[in-house]
C-alpha cells in the first residue's frame, strides 16, 4: 500500500500546499499522544494553531480518499452499511442539538447525532466512507429521508 503522502498526492483539486498540510496532519494523527486539538497538534506539526484552524475551514474530500483505501483493502464483496452514533452534547446554541436515540441508555436523549456509512467485507474489515452530523428535522420521516440521500450520494 503506498504511503499517506502518495495517496494525498493523488487527490484531484488540491494545492501543493494543501496537499503537503494534509499529509503531515494525517502522519501526525498517527503518532499524537494526548487529545487531537489544535493546540496539541501545533506542538507535533511545524504549523502554528492558527494555520491548523484556517485548513480546518477548508472542504477536503474525504470521500474520494477512502473510497480510494476502500478499493485497495478490502477484498471479496462488501456491504454498505449505515450507523447513526449519539453524541451528548449540553449547550442550546449547538447546531444540530435535537432529540436523538441514544442506544447506551435504551431511550431518547438530548444531543447530537452522526450518522456513518462503511463498507464491510467478507473478512469484516470495515472502512468508513461518511460521517454527516444529522441535522434537526420536524419528523422522523425527513430524517429517514436524510439517511436516503446520504446513501445516494455516495
Not at 442539538?97 to 450518522?115: H, I, P, Q, Y
Not at 463498507?119 to 460521517?131: C, F, M, S
Request: glycine share 6%; hydrophobic share 35%.
Amino acid at each position: 500500500m503506498e504511503s499517506v503522502h502518495e495517496k494525498v498526492a493523488q487527490l484531484p483539486g488540491l494545492s501543493k500546499t494543501r496537499r503537503k498540510y494534509m499529509a503531515e496532519l494525517f502522519s501526525t494523527f498517527l503518532g499524537l499522544h494526548g487529545k487531537a486539538n489544535y493546540l496539541n497538534l501545533s506542538r507535533y506539526m511545524d504549523y502554528d494553531e492558527r494555520t491548523l484552524r484556517r485548513h480546518a475551514q477548508q472542504a477536503f474530500p474525504f470521500e474520494t480518499l477512502n473510497t480510494q483505501l476502500a478499493a485497495e483493502t478490502l477484498s471479496g464483496r462488501c456491504v454498505l452499511t449505515g450507523d447513526a452514533t449519539f453524541v451528548h452534547k449540553s449547550g442550546k446554541k449547538t447546531y444540530g442539538l435535537a432529540r436523538f436515540w441514544n442506544g447506551c441508555a435504551s431511550r431518547v436523549e438530548r444531543g447530537l447525532e452522526v450518522s456513518v456509512l462503511a463498507l464491510i467485507d467478507e473478512h469484516r474489515q470495515a472502512i468508513a466512507l461518511t460521517a454527516d452530523q444529522t441535522p434537526v428535522l420536524p419528523d422522523e420521516t425527513s430524517r429517514m429521508a436524510f439517511y436516503l440521500q446520504q446513501v445516494k450520494d455516495s
